[in-house]
């Protein structure tokens, strides 16, 4: 199999995983409520292919490589029920809020400390 042929399939690979299929979970049903899991997926490829020798036109060389990965990050979920139906993201705010007001502090005592 040629170097540019491993590449494409490595490539189709990657690719035939983007699907809907793989930023919505499966639904889970349970008390009058299903829920649909949410994750937002960051896919990466990268390839790369040579041929021919270096500085000797008489030797034959061939070189190829490449890589792909995935990233899945639960976002949230969407509820499903008898009320209107919502997305319910997964965030904490408190952790949030504390690490804004965290930053704006430390933000203004380095300032300060600057100032003199």
């Known amino acids: 199999m ?3 042929a ?6 189709e690979s ?12 499966e639904p889970i049903s349970a ?4 829920v649909v899991p949410v994750a937002r997926i960051i896919y990466g490829y990268g390839a790369g292919a040579g041929a021919g020798g270096v500085g000797d036109t008489s ?3 061939e070189g190829g490589g490449g890589g792909g990965g995935v990233r899945a990050v639960p976002v949230g979920v969407i ?6 139906t919502r997305f319910v993201p997964i965030t904490d705010r408190k ?6 007001l ?12 600057r100032g003199r």
């Open 79 to 84: 509820e499903i029920s008898d009320q209107p």
């Open 2 to 4: 040629s170097v540019l």
């Open 31 to 34: 008390h009058g409520k299903t």
């Open 59 to 61: 030797a034959r060389g």
């Open 95 to 100: 952790k949030l809020t504390g690490a804004v």
């Open 14 to 25: 990657i690719l035939s995983q983007a699907s809907v299929k793989a930023i919505y979970g």
């Open 6 to 11: 491993v590449l494409q399939s490595l490539k």
């Open 102 to 113: 965290a930053g704006i502090g430390l933000g203004v005592w380095l300032g300060r400390r």
